[in-house]
């Protein structure tokens, strides 16, 4: 089974709707991120969680929103969709900031 | 200045011969250094950390160098599976993070 898990892997949907994807682990980490990637551009962190109770803004949060709901697992909202959130969206994990994250497959999301 | 940069490539090699990378990155507090692998529409996956001594795994070489703050990757023996984006990865202490480089597409040919 794997570490990291994201669902949904795909989803479409509409703008103005709200959008949450969901992002289990069972690596035992504290730390966990969500990231979304652009064709052909790098990473951008959008938010990222010390703890359960230690939610942090990424460079790009505008739009979005976060839950830690347990120290396994970690969902990010869109609360009103847009076109130009149309992205890959990774959730990652790691046991301190300085050690290598390691990421969930990811969930393509399209924005009509 | 970004934190992290790559020569984004594509590095187009035929099999069997070397190439390396570099990525420089411009916080010199930097402690961590990694190197991850990505395929197209996949998630980034660890390819290997870099320590202050150099490593090697395999075929894969990475070497860091502190006073010019950049560190590097190098490939021997390129097989056709090693095509995909590299990425460079350096902690920001700073802001408790790590910081993503854009990626160094590599394309081997037969």
């Known amino acids: 089974d794997a570490d990291v898990t994201q669902t949904p892997r795909n989803r479409i949907t509409k703008t103005g709707k709200r959008i949450m994807l969901e992002c289990s682990q069972t690596?035992?980490?504290?730390?966990m991120y969500w990231y979304r990637q652009d064709p052909g551009l790098g990473l951008q962190l959008i938010y990222y969680s010390f703890d359960v109770k230690d939610i942090n803004k990424g460079e790009i949060s505008d739009g979005y929103s976060v839950s830690r709901q347990a120290q396994a697992k970690f969902s990010l909202s869109l609360e009103s969709a847009i076109p130009n959130q149309t992205a890959l969206y990774f959730c990652?994990?790691?046991?301190?900031?300085?050690?290598?994250?390691?990421f969930g497959p990811g969930t393509r999301l399209t924005v009509l | 200045r970004k934190e992290v940069e790559q020569d984004p490539g594509p590095f187009n090699v035929p099999e069997g011969a070397t190439v390396a990378f570099n990525c420089t990155y411009s916080n010199s507090a930097s402690q961590s250094f990694f190197w991850y692998r990505q395929d197209c529409r996949k998630e980034p996956k660890l390819l290997m950390s870099?320590?202050?001594s150099g490593n090697e795994d395999g075929r894969f070489t990475a070497q860091l160098n502190r006073a010019s703050q950049y560190i590097s990757l190098l490939i021997r023996d390129s097989k056709l599976s090693d095509s995909a984006t590299y990425l460079c990865v350096v902690n920001s202490p700073g802001f408790q993070k790590l910081v993503f480089g854009t990626g160094t597409r590599l394309l081997v040919s037969p």
């Open positions: 690596k035992g980490h504290d730390r």
């Open positions: 990652a994990t790691s046991d301190r900031t300085s050690s290598p994250q390691f």
């Open positions: 870099v320590y202050s």
